[in-house]
């Protein structure tokens, strides 16, 4: 399983980015894909993630402003990012299961990761 990340930058406060997520080699018949971030200095943390039945649940620092989606006759994951805070600085990093526990969903604990982009927000 390989996932790879492109999308990330340096945009101004208020600014937007779209990131993506490549997935390929998937060996499962469902697949549960989420979006992560890392700050230098602080855990990883659960942004977004969006089941097999296309059910999302986002973290609440970003409900409203960020989207979740994903175009499965492409293999990749998406995650739009609107109204940009300096606090989204991070390492973005997509990840993919094949579920999910009801309730960790946003638990960093998924089974394959990709390399990660860099967000910074000034």
Excluded at 47 to 60: C, F, H, L, P, R
Excluded at 87 to 99: I, P, Q, R
Excluded at 102 to 109: A, N, R
């Amino acid at each position: 399983v390989q996932l790879v990340e492109s999308g990330g930058g340096s945009v101004q406060t208020g600014g937007s980015l779209k990131l993506s997520c490549v997935v390929s080699g998937w060996p499962y018949t469902s697949a549960c894909l989420g979006w992560f971030r890392q700050a230098p200095g602080k855990e990883r943390e659960g942004v977004a993630i969006i089941e097999s039945v296309g059910a999302t649940t986002y973290a609440d620092s970003v409900k409203g402003r960020f989207t979740i989606s994903r175009d499965i006759a492409k293999n990749t994951l998406y995650l739009q990012m609107d109204g940009l805070k300096p606090e989204d600085t991070a390492m973005y990093y997509c990840a993919a299961d094949s579920a999910v526990v009801p309730g960790e969903e946003l638990l960093p604990d998924f089974s394959y990761w990709g390399q990660g982009t860099q967000v910074t927000v000034s």
